[in-house]
């Protein structure tokens, strides 16, 4: 392996990491927020323990989140010199912004756990966690717009090999601004709302039957339903952006080579890259054209429209498609859970569909390591589309290797640590033992 394979490596591993992370950090805080306020509204012990509790967790996860993020900022300047080098004054705004914003969260989440039972009034409490979600999000929503000028760059103008007129502002707010910031949000949120639904499932199927967890799976569940919804709806929106804007990474995703109307869906399947030829796969009529224009007859481009040199990796097609088959699984969970609770001739709560519930949790957190597996290879062989390569921007220094290595181990004692303390964070205190040993004021 070469430097630029092993700075390709050691960049993936942690951005695999830390948006773990990222995602619980980005998704858990508006659940907790909405649980105090229920928690209030309803005069209902649970909901108030449920954002106690998150909000307990949720510390721990932003902890390893902010090493893990302080390391991927050391390796965009160590690793990839001449990207900064290049896009360092340009896309400078959103990486200060999306500081800023962790400071502003951090600094009102201190505020907010040591607040509880302060105030005479509790929505006084509950206002603090808007701040928070603001400066979770907003964070998100900064960091993202700069992969999304990595996909879609302006704001510059580049005179003698040197970039003048530069506006942050148009190279922010770019075309693939708008699909990538709704797509990250949407996707954190469901994920957070499979995670904490995970967690009480997994509760009850060990035998915790308390109403604690009844009412924990049915938030998490109707909020479920409803954040699949848009997820797909958002991720329609992308498939468009990525027609007009990136057609090379959906004809990737697709294996769709020749530019034409009435384009199938290819679903799974084998490819013969020298024949072009799909073996074992499902084809769906138009549905590739009603994807990427809205109507069957919509003209969709080949990869043969393009240089080979400049083909994304093919095998983003099972990213794709395990992506898209995750999604519609995290849509049906809770429309059958949903279904069976309003029919009343079910019990709702029956081992399978906690099990069902219960896998949604990893599921989720594997296909946002997909989608975002599928972003950053689907744009290949740009780090910045159009301008820079990823092998002209990776550092020259031989010892990247090395480095590899010992962020594996930081990684594996981060990881083996924040679980140890979350496990023990609530061994042997379920919630209905938290119940009756602590008061909590309404």
Not at 156 to 165: D, R, V, W, Y
Not at 183 to 200: D, E, G, P, Q
Not at 376 to 391: A, D, F, N, T
Request: hydrophobic content about 50%; proline content about 5%; charged content about 15%.
């Amino acid at each position: 392996m070469g430097t630029v394979d092993w700075s390709r490596g050691l960049t993936e591993m942690t951005l695999a990491f830390h948006i773990l992370f990222a995602t619980i950090g980005v998704g858990v805080p508006v659940f907790i927020s909405v649980a105090e306020w229920m928690g209030i509204k309803k005069k209902d012990v649970h909901y108030s323990l449920m954002a106690r509790r998150w909000a307990r967790g949720f510390v721990i996860t932003v902890a390893v989140g902010v090493v893990t993020g302080t390391c991927i900022g050391l390796q965009l300047s160590l690793l990839w010199p001449e990207f900064m080098r290049v896009a360092g004054n340009v896309v400078s705004l959103p990486l200060f912004l999306e500081t800023f914003a962790f400071f502003f969260e951090a600094i009102f989440l201190g505020i907010y756990l040591y607040t509880w039972n302060r105030f005479s009034n509790p929505y006084i409490h509950w206002l603090l966690t808007i701040p928070i979600i603001i400066g979770s999000s907003g964070s998100a929503l900064f960091i993202t717009t700069v992969n999304a000028f990595m996909n879609t760059p302006q704001g510059f103008t580049i005179e003698s090999g040197k970039l003048t007129n530069i506006d942050p502002l148009a190279a922010m707010f770019n075309p693939a601004t708008p699909s990538k910031v709704a797509h990250v949000l949407s996707t954190a949120y469901l994920t957070a709302a499979f995670l904490l639904a995970m967690i009480a499932a997994f509760a009850m199927i060990r035998g915790r039957k308390d109403d604690y967890y009844r009412k924990s799976i049915r938030l998490n569940m109707t909020a479920g339903l409803i954040l699949a919804l848009v997820t797909i709806g958002v991720g329609d929106m992308a498939a468009r952006f990525l027609a007009e804007e990136q057609p090379e990474k959906l004809a990737a995703a697709e294996w769709h080579f020749e530019t034409g109307s009435r384009a199938p869906l290819v679903v799974g399947g084998r490819l013969n890259p020298e024949t072009q030829e799909i073996a074992g796969a499902i084809e769906i009529p138009w549905a590739l054209s009603l994807l990427a224009t809205h109507h069957p007859d919509g003209m969709v481009v080949g990869l043969n429209d393009f240089p080979k040199d400049e083909w994304p990796p093919l095998y983003v097609h099972y990213l794709f498609d395990s992506m898209v088959g995750i999604g519609f699984y995290l849509l049906a969970v809770p429309i059958l859970f949903l279904a069976m609770l309003w029919l009343k001739r079910w019990n709702a709560y029956n081992r399978w569909m906690l099990g069902g519930i219960l896998a949604g949790g990893p599921l989720s957190f594997l296909a946002i390591e997909l989608g975002w597996f599928y972003a950053e290879v689907g744009r290949q062989p740009w780090i910045i589309r159009g301008y820079l390569r990823v092998s002209d921007a990776a550092t020259t220094n031989t010892h990247v290797s090395i480095a590899f290595w010992l962020f594996a181990g930081l990684y594996a004692v981060l990881g083996i640590v924040c679980l140890f303390v979350l496990v023990r964070l609530f061994h042997n205190k379920p919630a209905e033992l938290e119940l009756e040993t602590h008061r909590i004021i309404l």
